[in-house]
């Protein structure tokens, strides 16, 4: 039997589209769909498919909070692949259905943040509902009795189910992308290309001055760059944080495993999430560095900014 592989469904989502990138030989039936991010993460933890994909970030909205709270405190699954998806919006409606009888607009909680402005300008008096995907919105539209007139999604989910298009590049960012991870059962991580990623989740031991300095330590002093560094409640209590950290190099690489050894002694806890091939440019790793001096200068710009702030100038 072919393998297959979970994603954030239904048809038409951009996930779709991520797994279509990262497994291009997977074919329609290998592609299963699922209802919501926790759904693809037992998927694979279950064994039911082979690896599953998922939305990490996007460059407007940030991290995706179901993904990252699964990969903080679910079953460890490991990061083996990832890829960048460009993110583009279009209103759809069913056939007849004209801009100006559009009342209700339903979209992913993530589009409707980056549509806001052109909602505001093109139509200021509908209502907005949020689904669990773009693709889901295109799909409750054209249903029959559906409960709303349009949906903001991927011109593919739109065509997918039979509506047309009321307008194209609703997007208030013409560049806005959407980061994908490819999950798999915990192994040993694929070979190093050069251009890699590592990522982990550090627990700190406690809440004390210093607590962060100490984690980006471990990297700087090594010349190891972080291209994403979000803190996270752990769902321990309130005010437990931890650190959700993406490195560039491989947990092969000498300096990146020392730099995972120190933070091992200073952290609580440390979940590896992996190291995996690097989309879109090639990693370079640069020497240890100290931190520049700072001059004259820099302290009495320093203390006019202070100055400013204290007496409610603006920065």
């Known amino acids: 039997m072919p393998d297959r592989y979970a994603y954030l469904g239904p048809e038409g989502t951009f996930t779709e589209a991520a797994l279509r990138a990262l497994r291009p030989d997977a074919t329609d039936t290998a592609r299963i769909p699922c209802e919501g991010v926790a759904a693809v993460f037992d998927a694979v933890r279950t064994g039911a498919v082979e690896g599953g994909v998922v939305p990490l970030e996007n460059s407007v909205e940030g991290g995706v909070t179901s993904t990252i709270a699964e990969l903080i405190g679910g079953e460890p699954l490991a990061i083996t692949g990832e890829t960048a998806v460009p993110v583009e919006f279009a209103l759809f409606a069913r056939p007849g259905v004209t801009l100006n009888d ?79 991870i490819y999950l798999s059962r915990p192994g040993r991580p694929p070979a190093p290309t050069g251009a890699d990623l590592t990522s982990v989740v550090a627990f700190i ?16 002093v090594r010349g190891v760059n972080l291209t994403r560094l979000e803190s996270r409640p ?52 640069d020497p240890p560095l100290s931190p520049r001096p700072a001059t004259e200068a820099d302290y009495a710009e320093s203390e006019r900014w202070l100055a400013r702030i204290r007496s409610g100038g603006v920065d």
């Open 234 to 285: 752990t769902g321990d209590k309130l005010g437990s944080y931890c650190f959700c950290i993406d490195a560039e190099g491989h947990v092969a690489d000498a300096r990146v495993g020392e730099a995972l050894m120190g933070l091992r002694r200073v952290c609580r806890d440390v979940r590896f999430l992996g190291s995996y091939p690097r989309s879109g440019r090639a990693t370079e790793l």
């Open 205 to 220: 031991a406690d809440d004390h001055p210093g607590a962060l300095i100490e984690v980006l330590t471990q990297f700087a």
């Open 102 to 180: 559009v009342k209700t607009v339903a979209t992913h909680p993530h589009a409707l943040a980056q549509c806001r402005g052109w909602l505001a300008r093109h139509l200021p008096d509908a209502e907005t509902h949020t689904v669990s995907s773009t693709a889901a919105a295109a799909r409750a539209v054209s249903e029959p009795g559906a409960s709303y007139d349009a949906a903001i999604c991927a011109v593919i989910a739109g065509e997918r189910y039979g509506l047309r298009a009321l307008a194209t590049g609703v997007g208030d960012r013409a560049d806005a992308a959407t980061r994908f």
